[in-house]
């Protein structure tokens, strides 16, 4: 069957792409395409082609099975090109996504139109790479140069509302897309025809604009490369011909597409694809869930309610009294209020948000619910309490999760009848932002359960990674030994802020020491302690000897770093360089003699968190080398241009 099919109405030609599931833009798709616009163009009965597709979308984007491959031709730019310059004008209908070479491709027709819930975006910066088959220089001839630059230096998609506001497309369809766009390209033929793109002028911009964007690109890119090579070539655009800005984007696209940053953001790109249905789930089938209760209505639980919301799940919250009651569905507000301030949602919208939680201090209240998660105080006999209740009112074939950061979940089994249906759920905080959730089975839990826990992840929007029974489970365990080799480096005698800022430099947002301050000390402090107290030999850190001086971060006006009141930069401090210098002189050694680079201070630490990804893979604590970057990327800022610390350690020792 051919993937491209032509079929007529009067004098209108409609090209449709079968090739599912997303019809990606492969050789054959390519080729298929060319020969069309060449058996069209030699039909003198055909005054405009539709391009529509079947299925669920329209082109998504180029095909991933050829990422990496050199390409045959026909080439994409040449095919973009043969689309503009076709005898016939052609107007795409645009339905699901039009993304990187599909829209490019659009970009070919005369025209464009959409379905209101179409997307349309030019994502390839998130890649590693710019768009290489005209996306830089058509897009600015047709939304203008700053419209243009928040599109292709983002990569974020937009709603064909949107897009129709910026010019992108000519047309929102309603009803049936085929018979609105042929109705369209009809109404089209009887006026003037816009010119092709490629002819349209361009007119340079000031150097202002230039620099302006150039700073606010680099920020936001954070270290990826791709959104300012983007700009640059948009920037081209605007000073050169269509040919040489053409020339221009090509040759950086393939600059780019054999870059460690390009192989880094492909990596992480497929294992985000496979992670909501990862291959250890074999034939297992999700149990159908339609009503949640969370147990907790603290931080924790009230964002895990926000994010069960958001995905259109109703939700109990159950609390210990009424005045705890009120507290958590305050908690939830506050977050639903926090997104109507930030424009993220309408008040419509945090109406019928606040409207599906209900709240009870009545477990009683549970009978009829699907899963529940548990988000209570992390504290093992507290928890216990919790699922003894769960335990006699939930149905027995309710789905019982327990979120925990540390906690052994196999120590809350004997409280629940058939604990086949029992799992962890670890969820970041903020858990209504955050991407992360760690999902930890027992022994106990069924197939059934943890392809459960996949799929409500997949409907949350998290990226989901299935992790063994360890302290830390896979994140905070690497957390634990990256805090522990910085503070090794001091011992040695680098310096507090050298070390946060070889990793700032390296690409996080904060240095381990920058977010121990923010997030608190006292936090691993306590889990020290309670460790020692049950009689586990753990060692003094640094950090504990902060503590118990009073310094646990921001909150108190210093922890590593010194604080002003009301003010959040760090500033260094005597008082540290005091307390520890008894520690770092007796642990100094000849080696450190010379300072380390800050380059050499970012290997060292990435290379710790691999070596302990390592020894996580041999106790089978993660499934694959790429689970544990998902989980560095998503959970702990690890830069996701850099593919995560396995990545990043392979790629430097050649075997990636």
């Given at each position: 069957?051919?993937?491209?099919?032509?079929?007529?109405?009067?004098?209108?030609?409609?090209?449709?792409?079968?090739?599912?599931?997303?019809?990606?833009?492969?050789?054959?798709?390519?080729?298929?395409?060319?020969?069309?616009?060449?058996?069209?163009?030699?039909?003198?009965?055909?005054?405009?082609?539709?391009?529509?597709?079947?299925?669920?979308?329209?082109?998504?984007?180029?095909?991933?099975?050829?990422?990496?491959?050199?390409?045959?031709?026909?080439?994409?730019?040449?095919?973009?090109?043969?689309?503009?310059?076709?005898?016939?004008?052609?107007?795409?209908?645009?339905?699901?996504?039009?993304?990187?070479?599909?829209?490019?491709?659009?970009?070919?027709?005369?025209?464009?139109?959409?379905?209101?819930?179409?997307?349309?975006?030019?994502?390839?910066?998130?890649?590693?790479?710019?768009?290489?088959?005209?996306?830089?220089?058509?897009?600015?001839?047709?939304?203008?140069?700053?419209?243009?630059?928040?599109?292709?230096?983002?990569?974020?998609?937009?709603?064909?509302?949107?897009?129709?506001?910026?010019?992108?497309?000519?047309?929102?369809?309603?009803?049936?897309?085929?018979?609105?766009?042929?109705?369209?390209?009809?109404?089209?033929?009887?006026?003037?025809?816009?010119?092709?793109?490629?002819?349209?002028?361009?007119?340079?911009?000031?150097?202002?604009?230039?620099?302006?964007?150039?700073?606010?690109?680099?920020?936001?890119?954070?270290?990826?490369?791709?959104?300012?090579?983007?700009?640059?070539?948009?920037?081209?655009?605007?000073?050169?011909?269509?040919?040489?800005?053409?020339?221009?984007?090509?040759?950086?696209?393939?600059?780019?597409?054999?870059?460690?940053?390009?192989?880094?953001?492909?990596?992480?790109?497929?294992?985000?694809?496979?992670?909501?249905?990862?291959?250890?789930?074999?034939?297992?089938?999700?149990?159908?869930?339609?009503?949640?209760?969370?147990?907790?209505?603290?931080?924790?639980?009230?964002?895990?309610?926000?994010?069960?919301?958001?995905?259109?799940?109703?939700?109990?919250?159950?609390?210990?009294?009424?005045?705890?009651?009120?507290?958590?569905?305050?908690?939830?507000?506050?977050?639903?209020?926090?997104?109507?301030?930030?424009?993220?949602?309408?008040?419509?919208?945090?109406?019928?948000?606040?409207?599906?939680?209900?709240?009870?201090?009545?477990?009683?209240?549970?009978?009829?619910?699907?899963?529940?998660?548990?988000?209570?105080?992390?504290?093992?006999?507290?928890?216990?309490?919790?699922?003894?209740?769960?335990?006699?009112?939930?149905?027995?074939?309710?789905?019982?999760?327990?979120?925990?950061?540390?906690?052994?979940?196999?120590?809350?089994?004997?409280?629940?009848?058939?604990?086949?249906?029992?799992?962890?759920?670890?969820?970041?905080?903020?858990?209504?932002?955050?991407?992360?959730?760690?999902?930890?089975?027992?022994?106990?839990?069924?197939?059934?359960?943890?392809?459960?826990?996949?799929?409500?992840?997949?409907?949350?929007?998290?990226?989901?990674?299935?992790?063994?029974?360890?302290?830390?489970?896979?994140?905070?365990?690497?957390?634990?030994?990256?805090?522990?080799?910085?503070?090794?480096?001091?011992?040695?005698?680098?310096?507090?802020?050298?070390?946060?800022?070889?990793?700032?430099?390296?690409?996080?947002?904060?240095?381990?020491?920058?977010?121990?301050?923010?997030?608190?000390?006292?936090?691993?402090?306590?889990?020290?302690?309670?460790?020692?107290?049950?009689?586990?030999?753990?060692?003094?850190?640094?950090?504990?000897?902060?503590?118990?001086?009073?310094?646990?971060?921001?909150?108190?006006?210093?922890?590593w770093y010194d604080y002003i009141p009301g003010e959040r930069k760090p500033q260094a401090s005597e008082e540290v360089a005091r307390l520890l210098a008894a520690e770092i002189t007796a642990a100094r050694t000849p080696a450190l003699s010379t300072p380390l680079s800050r380059e050499a201070i970012a290997e060292t630490l990435v290379g710790e968190m691999a070596a302990e990804g390592d020894q996580i893979l041999a106790e089978g604590i993660a499934h694959q080398a790429s689970d544990i970057d998902l989980v560095e990327i998503h959970g702990y800022g690890f830069p996701r241009w850099r593919g995560g610390p396995m990545h990043a350690r392979d790629r430097k020792l050649g075997k990636v």
């Amino acid at each position: 069957m051919s993937i491209v099919t032509i079929a007529r109405e009067g004098q209108i030609a409609i090209v449709t792409v079968d090739n599912p599931p997303v019809n990606a833009l492969s050789q054959a798709l390519r080729q298929g395409l060319w020969d069309a616009v060449e058996a069209l163009d030699a039909d003198p009965e055909v005054s405009a082609v539709v391009l529509t597709c079947a299925g669920r979308t329209f082109i998504a984007g180029a095909d991933v099975r050829e990422f990496g491959r050199t390409p045959e031709p026909p080439h994409l730019p040449d095919l973009v090109a043969r689309i503009e310059a076709a005898r016939a004008p052609w107007i795409a209908a645009i339905h699901g996504s039009a993304l990187g070479g599909g829209l490019e491709v659009a970009l070919g027709c005369r025209f464009r139109v959409a379905v209101a819930s179409a997307s349309l975006g030019l994502p390839e910066v998130t890649l590693g790479i710019i768009p290489g088959a005209s996306g830089t220089v058509r897009t600015p001839r047709l939304i203008g140069v700053p419209a243009a630059v928040d599109l292709i230096t983002s990569g974020k998609p937009l709603r064909a509302e949107k897009a129709l506001t910026l010019g992108l497309i000519d047309a929102v369809i309603a009803g049936d897309l085929t018979a609105g766009a042929v109705a369209f390209a009809t109404a089209a033929l009887a006026n003037p025809l816009p010119e092709p793109l490629s002819t349209r002028p361009l007119p340079p911009e000031p150097d202002a604009f230039w620099e302006s964007q150039t700073a606010a690109v680099t920020k936001a890119a954070k270290g990826n490369h791709g959104p300012l090579r983007a700009l640059e070539a948009i920037r081209k655009a605007t000073e050169s011909s269509f040919d040489e800005a053409m020339a221009f984007e090509r040759q950086t696209f393939l600059d780019l597409r054999g870059s460690d940053q390009a192989a880094a953001l492909r990596a992480v790109f497929f294992a985000e694809r496979g992670a909501t249905r990862p291959a250890h789930l074999g034939e297992a089938k999700p149990v159908a869930i339609a009503r949640m209760a969370v147990i907790g209505g603290g931080t924790m639980g009230a964002g895990i309610a926000a994010a069960l919301r958001d995905a259109g799940l109703p939700v109990t919250l159950i609390e210990r009294d009424a005045e705890a009651l009120a507290r958590g569905i305050a908690n939830i507000r506050a977050i639903f209020e926090g997104g109507v301030k930030r424009g993220k949602l309408s008040e419509a919208q945090f109406a019928d948000r606040l409207a599906g939680v209900t709240g009870s201090t009545d477990y009683a209240s549970l009978a009829k619910t699907d899963l529940v998660i548990e988000a209570v105080f992390e504290d093992i006999e507290v928890k216990r309490a919790v699922f003894a209740q769960l335990g006699v009112a939930c149905r027995a074939d309710a789905v019982l999760a327990t979120n925990t950061s540390y906690l052994d979940p196999r120590a809350l089994e004997a409280e629940i009848p058939n604990p086949a249906r029992f799992i962890g759920l670890h969820f970041f905080s903020p858990a209504n932002v955050m991407k992360l959730l760690e999902i930890v089975p027992t022994p106990a839990t069924s197939p059934a359960t943890l392809a459960t826990a996949f799929a409500l992840a997949k409907q949350l929007g998290k990226v989901p990674v299935a992790a063994g029974i360890c302290e830390g489970f896979i994140g905070n365990r690497i957390l634990k030994r990256y805090r522990a080799a910085a503070e090794a480096l001091l011992r040695q005698g680098v310096a507090i802020a050298e070390v946060d800022a070889a990793m700032r430099g390296y690409g996080f947002a904060m240095g381990p020491f920058e977010a121990q301050d923010m997030g608190g000390l006292d936090i691993a402090y306590l889990q020290r302690e309670g460790a020692r107290a049950s009689g586990q030999a753990v060692a003094e850190t640094l950090g504990d000897i902060l503590v118990r001086a009073g310094r646990k971060g921001q909150k108190t006006g210093g922890g590593w770093y010194d604080y002003i009141p009301g003010e959040r930069k760090p500033q260094a401090s005597e008082e540290v360089a005091r307390l520890l210098a008894a520690e770092i002189t007796a642990a100094r050694t000849p080696a450190l003699s010379t300072p380390l680079s800050r380059e050499a201070i970012a290997e060292t630490l990435v290379g710790e968190m691999a070596a302990e990804g390592d020894q996580i893979l041999a106790e089978g604590i993660a499934h694959q080398a790429s689970d544990i970057d998902l989980v560095e990327i998503h959970g702990y800022g690890f830069p996701r241009w850099r593919g995560g610390p396995m990545h990043a350690r392979d790629r430097k020792l050649g075997k990636v």
